[in-house]
């Protein structure tokens, strides 16, 4: 089955750096992917749909200059957060959609990274 | 109002129960339904579609009523590893994107 990862899986790092996120399909072609957020006890709020070659649509109320998306490759997208501050503490999760002609709604997940800001 | 509420929980069943998880969405024009299943700490996983005519999947059954703007997920004859939060996902095509609920979570008991 179509698998995706995600690396780094768990972060820690001090308030004003940088964490870059990589998502990579490793078995299929992806040229729609896609970052989503989830805080403790919520749901899953995408934060930016990431398209291969142009800029990620970002959703309402998300800051582009704060998470950077960069979507260089069929198969590697990734999100920067900048300057870090502890309320982007969170379980940041990546998916794929397969460009073979599934469904639109067919995405893959990956395992999800885990920043936690000091 | 949220597109997808659901009833967070927890639902605690003793092991062989069965339990019902509902779910009602705001957009009429929302053109799919999902049932994922959430661990903790983990990505969601799509457990089963949902189809008007209903479907079921071994001890698993879901239902969609459009009319009413609700969905169903019936688990049958409950295990310990059933336990975990069930997300209500839509796909809403107008917006290209799916949209989930925040869970119920599920905690089956020996």
């Known amino acids: 089955g179509a698998v995706v990862s995600q690396h780094p899986s768990w972060v820690i790092c001090k308030s004003g750096t940088s964490v870059k996120i990589e998502c990579r399909s490793l078995?299929?072609?992806?040229?729609?992917m896609f970052w989503y957020r989830q805080f403790p006890k919520q749901s899953l709020m995408l934060m930016a749909t990431?398209?291969?070659?142009?800029?990620?649509?970002?959703e309402q109320g998300v800051e582009k200059d704060k998470f950077l998306i960069n979507h260089a490759s069929l198969t590697l997208s990734t999100l920067t957060v900048t300057s870090a501050h502890p309320e982007d503490s969170s379980f940041y999760i990546c998916?794929?959609?397969?460009?073979?002609?599934?469904?639109?709604?067919?995405?893959?997940f990956g395992p999800g990274t885990r920043l936690l800001v000091l | 109002r949220k597109e997808v509420e659901q009833d967070p929980g927890p639902f605690n069943v003793p092991e062989g129960a069965t339990v019902a998880f509902n779910c009602t969405y705001s957009?009429?024009?929302?053109?799919?339904f999902f049932w994922y299943r959430q661990d903790c700490r983990k990505e969601p996983k799509l457990l089963m579609s949902v189809y008007s005519s209903g479907n079921e999947d071994g001890r698993f059954t879901a239902q969609l009523n459009r009319a009413s703007q609700y969905i169903s997920l019936l688990i049958r004859d409950s295990k310990l590893s059933d336990s975990a939060t069930y997300l209500c996902?839509?796909?809403?095509?107008?917006?290209?994107?799916?949209?989930f609920g925040a869970g119920t979570r599920l905690a089956v008991h020996p």
């Open positions: 998916s794929a959609r397969d460009t073979s002609g599934r469904a639109l709604e067919t995405q893959y």
């Open positions: 996902v839509l796909f809403s095509g107008g917006y290209n994107k799916l949209i």
């Open positions: 990431s398209n291969e070659g142009s800029k990620a649509t970002y």
């Open positions: 078995d299929f072609q992806a040229t729609t």
């Open positions: 957009n009429s024009a929302s053109q799919s």
